[in-house]
């Protein structure tokens, strides 16, 4: 039996118009962390773009048959782009494998992704977290230097604003006040530790991404977010709550300074945070470009989790179960960007809204009910 996302793979792929033109492939860029939801969304959007990409990951966070196979969101994205991933199963940390990548291919520029993410996790285990987000970036950037490589593109978070001293948030808010989580804290360090870096040797170009709250998956269903445990972020565990996963969805605080009292967040398809990765590599190409450069991606608009869970159950057409629940500690009431700047230098809007973003995220959902492991899953 075929099975359904292969179906609508096949059906995506005949719709989508194939483009014929032979326009001259761009440089080799190394993805770390290019299993995950990010990563996986942003190498497809390169490859349509024509870029090359070398992927690399521990595959901790992500689901690949076994250790020397390449993650299926990978898989995926080669079926949905008809172009190859190289991938190779390593750690950040690991210097001399990284030594042994760098000297095997020409990079342009490297887009780091690879890092722990989870919250509530970096409170119980910020030893892990350091060693992977912030040492681990220090061998990358180690191993980048020593092959003279010095163009990166950093996976930030709005997080590092801490709780907002003004809103919209813009690059010139301070940072690294008042972060709640050892999660959080290591993007920050981390963005210290690049700004330290460019300041020291002009030749390094640095762009980091702070990025808001990303949601959805490509339109086709075939890649989309796929949380290996019980989810921490709202969107996965609202849809794992439409399919039938979870039986309720836990709405952390009603008495919030908001409308209707339920936290405000500035959500963004992953599409268009893709896109401004491809966006950012330009700019960091341009010999104009200098030293390193912080850019909001989001999408300048708040919405609550309660408008959030109406516009799901509008466009899947299922009742959301919630309740009403504490405020989760170290939540902030409202967090939404400014995103003018990334505009007016990187050319970038996003342009995708909240329909969109729950429509795809519900055709994921609906195709992939076990995430990448469904195939497994077929009698
Ligand atoms: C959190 C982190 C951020 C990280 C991001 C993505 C903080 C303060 N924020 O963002 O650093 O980059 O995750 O990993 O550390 N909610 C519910 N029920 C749920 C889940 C969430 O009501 O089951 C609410 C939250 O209270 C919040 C909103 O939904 O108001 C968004 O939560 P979430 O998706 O976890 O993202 P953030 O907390 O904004």
């Given at each position: 039996?075929?099975?359904?996302?292969?179906?609508?793979?096949?059906?995506?792929?005949?719709?989508?118009?194939?483009?014929?033109?032979?326009?001259?492939?761009?440089?080799?860029?190394?993805?770390?962390?290019?299993?995950?939801?990010?990563?996986?969304?942003?190498?497809?959007?390169?490859?349509?773009?024509?870029?090359?990409?070398?992927?690399?990951?521990?595959?901790?966070?992500?689901?690949?048959?076994?250790?020397?196979?390449?993650?299926?969101?990978?898989?995926?994205?080669?079926?949905?782009?008809?172009?190859?991933?190289?991938?190779?199963?390593?750690?950040?940390?690991?210097?001399?494998?990284?030594?042994?990548?760098?000297?095997?291919?020409?990079?342009?520029?490297?887009?780091?992704?690879?890092?722990?993410?989870?919250?509530?996790?970096?409170?119980?285990?910020?030893?892990?977290?350091?060693?992977?987000?912030?040492?681990?970036?220090?061998?990358?950037?180690?191993?980048?230097?020593?092959?003279?490589?010095?163009?990166?593109?950093?996976?930030?978070?709005?997080?590092?604003?801490?709780?907002?001293?003004?809103?919209?948030?813009?690059?010139?808010?301070?940072?690294?006040?008042?972060?709640?989580?050892?999660?959080?804290?290591?993007?920050?360090?981390?963005?210290?530790?690049?700004?330290?870096?460019?300041?020291?040797?002009?030749?390094?170009?640095?762009?980091?991404?702070?990025?808001?709250?990303?949601?959805?998956?490509?339109?086709?269903?075939?890649?989309?977010?796929?949380?290996?445990?019980?989810?921490?972020?709202?969107?996965?565990?609202l849809s794992q709550v439409a399919i039938g996963?979870?039986?309720?969805?836990?709405?952390?605080?009603?008495?919030?300074?908001?409308?209707?009292?339920?936290?405000?967040?500035?959500?963004?398809?992953?599409?268009?945070?893709?896109?401004?990765?491809?966006?950012?590599?330009?700019?960091?190409?341009?010999?104009?470009?200098?030293?390193?450069?912080?850019?909001?991606?989001?999408?300048?608009?708040?919405?609550?989790?309660?408008?959030?869970?109406?516009?799901f159950e509008?466009?899947s057409?299922r009742?959301i179960?919630?309740?009403?629940?504490?405020?989760?500690?170290?939540?902030?009431?409202?967090?939404?960007?400014?995103?003018?700047?990334?505009?007016?230098?990187?050319?970038?809007?996003?342009?995708?809204?909240?329909?969109?973003?729950?429509?795809?995220?519900w055709?994921?959902q609906?195709?992939?009910?076990?995430?990448?492991?469904?195939?497994?899953?077929?009698?």
């Amino acid at each position: 039996m075929i099975p359904y996302w292969l179906l609508s793979c096949l059906l995506y792929l005949s719709i989508s118009s194939p483009k014929l033109s032979e326009a001259k492939q761009k440089a080799t860029v190394l993805i770390t962390g290019g299993g995950g939801y990010i990563g996986s969304h942003t190498i497809a959007e390169m490859l349509d773009d024509k870029y090359s990409v070398v992927v690399i990951d521990n595959l901790s966070n992500c689901y690949a048959f076994n250790d020397t196979e390449k993650p299926e969101s990978l898989k995926r994205v080669e079926m949905l782009t008809k172009k190859k991933v190289i991938f190779h199963n390593t750690d950040i940390r690991d210097s001399s494998g990284l030594n042994k990548l760098f000297k095997s291919y020409k990079f342009a520029a490297v887009i780091h992704f690879a890092a722990l993410k989870s919250v509530s996790e970096s409170v119980r285990k910020p030893v892990e977290y350091y060693e992977n987000n912030v040492a681990g970036t220090n061998s990358l950037i180690q191993a980048m230097k020593n092959n003279n490589v010095k163009k990166l593109i950093y996976s930030s978070s709005a997080t590092v604003y801490g709780s907002p001293q003004y809103l919209p948030l813009t690059e010139k808010h301070p940072t690294g006040q008042n972060i709640t989580n050892p999660y959080g804290k290591s993007k920050y360090f981390t963005e210290e530790i690049l700004k330290d870096l460019s300041y020291s040797d002009n030749e390094w170009k640095i762009i980091l991404l702070r990025y808001f709250n990303p949601v959805g998956a490509h339109p086709s269903g075939l890649i989309g977010e796929d949380p290996t445990d019980i989810p921490n972020n709202l969107m996965p565990y609202l849809s794992q709550v439409a399919i039938g996963r979870r039986n309720h969805l836990d709405v952390f605080g009603s008495d919030y300074p908001t409308p209707d009292g339920t936290g405000i967040r500035d959500f963004i398809h992953i599409t268009d945070l893709a896109i401004g990765h491809l966006r950012a590599l330009e700019k960091l190409t341009n010999p104009a470009f200098k030293g390193c450069r912080a850019y909001n991606l989001g999408t300048g608009k708040g919405y609550s989790v309660l408008e959030l869970v109406k516009a799901f159950e509008r466009v899947s057409g299922r009742r959301i179960n919630y309740k009403l629940t504490e405020r989760r500690k170290g939540d902030l009431a409202i967090v939404y960007a400014d995103p003018k700047l990334a505009e007016k230098e990187l050319n970038w809007i996003a342009k995708r809204y909240i329909d969109q973003m729950c429509e795809d995220t519900w055709r994921w959902q609906r195709q992939n009910p076990n995430g990448y492991q469904s195939d497994q899953d077929e009698p």
